[in-house]
């Protein structure tokens, strides 16, 4: 359900893929986010993402893909 993570790490926001492994960083956890929602394009449906902050919490949410104008 979850393929998509996105990890604090070093003062970056790192955006992981379960199949493909890291996929980016930024210097925000917005930024990854958003990247996260480019993948939700190609299957265009909803991503579900877990976030580690950077003390070890796990929180997640539900990226949305942009929409197409």
Not at 20 to 32: C, H, I, S
Not at 61 to 69: D, F, I, K, L, Q
Request: glycine share 8%.
């Amino acid at each position: 359900m979850f393929d998509l993570s996105v990890v604090a790490f070093d003062g970056r926001w790192i955006l992981l893929d379960e199949a493909e492994g890291e996929l980016g960083d930024f210097a925000t956890k917005d930024e990854a986010l958003k990247a996260a929602g480019f993948f939700a394009v190609l299957d265009r449906e909803p991503r579900h993402v877990l976030i580690q902050d950077d003390v070890g919490e796990w929180d997640e949410t539900v990226v949305e893909p942009p929409r197409v104008h």
